[in-house]
């Protein structure tokens, strides 16, 4: 079973900075994660969940408008591990995030238990 373990939340000052971090185990064997398309989600308190930034396989990135100029999605294959750096970040910001893995040739479709990151004003 695929298992993605989020790290790296936690407080920090309005317009301070985070990197967070999601490692993948069980993944099938022979896979890296270079056969999947990786995300970053984000859930504040009262919210639906929301698409933050998504690295494909093909290595096209795409983010949310809010944190366009601010946040970075980047992997490292070889070590399963994915990454969202976030930069000048607003206490808009605060929410659970939650790393997501999709098989991009097959209905695999995996969630982290979520990290939570607070912004103080």
């Known amino acids: 079973q695929v298992q993605l373990v989020e790290s790296g939340g936690g407080l920090v000052q309005s317009g301070g900075s985070l990197r967070l971090s999601c490692a993948a185990t069980?993944?099938?064997?022979?896979?890296?994660?270079?056969?999947?398309?990786m995300s970053w989600y984000r859930q504040a308190p009262g919210k639906e969940r929301e698409l933050v930034a998504t690295?494909?396989?093909?290595?096209?990135?795409n983010y949310l408008d809010s944190v366009k100029d601010r946040a970075t999605i980047s992997r490292d294959n070889a070590k399963n591990t994915v990454y969202l750096q976030m930069n000048k970040m607003k206490p808009e910001d605060t929410a659970v995030y939650y790393c997501?893995?999709?098989?991009?040739?097959?209905?695999?479709?995996?969630w982290g238990q979520g990290t939570q990151v607070t912004v103080s004003s």
């Open positions: 997501n893995a999709k098989y991009w040739l097959g209905p695999g479709n995996y």
């Open positions: 069980g993944l099938t064997t022979g896979l890296t994660l270079s056969s999947y398309h």
């Open positions: 690295s494909k396989t093909g290595g096209a990135a």
